[in-house]
């Protein structure tokens, strides 16, 4: 494993690879203004505007003398979970910082550690697969593979969104900081091609033993984004993994059977997931959506039933 994660590194640090992710990374400065501008507005709405004062107590004692080592989840700053300013965003500190429930943010200015109050999970067991959805995988109109175009996702995943702001934390810096870990064998991609051989949908994450924690998803044919989750859902129960974290909910993930529990639960879930073996270096996809199709994850063997987890939390508490 350890050649596969050094050849994919090797083969990574290259010219032209190097070329292309500064191609495709490119903000325009009219984008970059807008970014600002929209960043501002989203957090002076009133549901957020209450954070700000202990988002500016993070930064006053960041500049006074705030520590460079990773900042405990269970104390954040403010309601958000915004727990220290990232200094040092290395695909080994990425990878830490991941294994004790952080993650990085920011629609600009410096990178904010980010532990939210809930978090948006799936426990395999819980997936539920549509019966649209079903169909739609028999049908063979669509295939999904693992880390074959992973900067490409990532760019799509930043685009603009119907209904949505045009505004997205997937900025050039963090297209490359993620680029660096999926080089060092820790962020993958899912990718869905229709038959014309387009790239229609997608998501990239990051996996740390077996815990997933998944960054964003796309779609340009409807319910291609789900295809390929389900797919990918179905290679992390297979290979052990115990949980993907959405973060925060959305209707997609909601419809899937992701839900939220608190950060202690959720804390307590992740040591016992990044405690399990995990899998570094490039993904390949070992089955397809036809196959997929059939799966009843009520029956993985990997996966905890609700009521185990609920009881591990209660049991952490007790003690």
């Not at 350890?2 to 090797?10: F, G, I, K, P, R």
Request: proline share 7%; aromatic share 10%.
């Amino acid at each position: 494993m350890t050649e596969l994660v050094a050849a994919s590194v090797d083969s990574a640090n290259t010219p032209q690879v190097s070329e292309r992710r500064q191609a495709l990374f490119r903000e325009p400065v009219a984008r970059r203004v807008q970014r600002v501008v929209l960043g501002t507005a989203w957090a002076l709405q009133p549901s957020r505007i209450g954070s700000l004062p202990g988002l500016a107590r993070l930064w006053l004692a960041d500049l006074v003398g705030g520590g460079r080592g990773l900042p405990d989840p269970r104390r954040p700053a403010n309601a958000m979970g915004a727990c220290g300013i990232v200094h040092d965003p290395t695909p080994e500190r990425l990878v830490e910082a991941y294994g004790r429930g952080l993650f990085p943010l920011a629609h600009f200015g410096p990178l904010k550690w980010m532990s939210p109050p809930d978090r948006c999970i799936l426990t395999f067991a819980d997936l539920h697969i549509e019966r649209t959805l079903r169909r739609l995988m028999r049908q063979g109109r669509y295939t999904v593979t693992f880390d074959r175009a992973f900067d490409e996702v990532m760019v799509a995943c930043a685009g603009r969104r119907r209904g949505r702001w045009p505004l997205t934390w997937i900025t050039p810096r963090v297209m490359r900081l993620y680029a660096e870990l999926h080089d060092a064998g820790h962020a993958h991609s899912f990718e869905v091609w229709n038959r014309a051989g387009a790239l229609v949908g997608g998501g990239y994450g990051v996996a740390v033993g077996g815990a997933f924690f998944g960054e964003s998803q796309f779609s340009h044919e409807r319910n291609t984004s789900k295809l390929g989750l389900t797919v990918l859902h179905w290679h992390l129960a297979r290979w052990g993994f115990l949980l993907d974290d959405g973060k925060w909910p959305t209707p997609t993930t909601c419809a899937m059977g992701f839900r939220c529990v608190p950060r202690e639960e959720f804390l307590v879930l992740l040591d016992d997931a990044t405690a399990r073996p995990g899998r570094t270096g490039r993904w390949v996809a070992e089955t397809g959506p036809e196959t997929v199709a059939h799966w009843r994850p009520e029956d993985c063997a990997h996966a905890r039933p609700r009521k185990t987890i609920n009881r591990t939390y209660d049991d952490q508490l007790s003690q």
